[in-house]
């Protein structure tokens, strides 16, 4: 998240989408391998309320650590927002599945996601930003229809999909939220591109500036 010049710069640059005055800007990274780990000590951080909000049951640590274990990154995508101190305080997990005839599409694929964020870092725009990311890359994978399952209790995420625009389905307690997006266009897959760009820049100074912290403080 970044409440300095260069945020205010990128922001100046067109990256108000859902920007709040007051709000840090919040770059949005695809993640990998290398953060296999930091996406377990962030879902191994969620208290059980929100683990059921998340995974709609209160799993235990075990089952988080077999989801983690299990993510592929080559075919699913991990979306991840850093603070300052390079936590992960955000992740939003977009997996592809063949359409079923369930689903409002008339695509191969339908992309469902999934998101959290640490309550440290709530109420600043990151499960916005990372929604946000996973639409427009769910537009630019040529993907129509973003999935998304939540109950009805959980009132930040309706609101969420709600201000999207997203079509919203409910029936015992759960809501199904589907957003209808756009084809891709060159504007669509060139402000993904920029997105990333910037967020690996911050990532990385992030990243070298936590390494330098652990090489420098003195070991006991
Ligand atoms: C849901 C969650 C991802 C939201 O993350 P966040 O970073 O706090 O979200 P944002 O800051 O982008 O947006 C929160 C929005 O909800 C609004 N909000 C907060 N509490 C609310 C409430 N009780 N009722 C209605 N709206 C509420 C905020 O005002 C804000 O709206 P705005 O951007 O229009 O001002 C986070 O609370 C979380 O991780 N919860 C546990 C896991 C979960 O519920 N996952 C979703 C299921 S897939």
């Known amino acids: ?114 998101v959290s964020v640490s309550k440290s870092a709530r109420g600043q725009g990151v499960g916005s930003r990372l929604f946000q990311r996973a639409a427009i890359n769910c537009r630019n994978a040529d993907v129509d229809t973003l999935y998304m399952q939540c109950l009805t209790s959980n009132q930040t995420m309706m609101h969420i999909a709600r201000k999207a625009g997203m079509e919203i389905k409910r029936e015992y307690g759960e809501a199904d939220a589907y957003l209808q997006l756009p084809p891709p266009s060159a504007a669509s897959v060139m402000a993904e591109a920029i997105e990333e760009q910037w967020a690996v820049i911050d990532y990385t100074v992030k990243a070298n500036a936590r390494a330098a912290v652990k090489w420098l403080t003195p070991k006991k």
Not at 76 to 96: E, K, T
Not at 106 to 112: D, G, L, N, Q
Request: aromatic residues 8%; glycine residues 12%; positive net charge.
């Open 1 to 114: 998240m970044l409440d300095n010049p260069l945020g205010r710069w990128i922001r100046g640059l067109g990256g108000k989408r859902g920007h709040k005055p007051g709000r840090p800007t919040v770059l949005v990274k695809e993640l990998g391998e290398r953060d296999r780990r930091r996406i377990l000590r962030h879902f191994l951080a969620l208290d059980s309320s929100d683990r059921l909000l998340r995974f709609g049951s209160m799993i235990p640590d075990e089952q988080i650590t077999a989801y983690v274990n299990k993510l592929d990154f080559k075919r699913d995508i991990v979306f991840g927002v850093v603070n300052s101190v390079f936590q992960l305080v955000g992740v939003g997990h977009l997996a592809f599945a063949p359409a079923d005839g369930a689903k409002p599409t008339r695509k191969a694929r339908v992309a469902e996601f999934g």
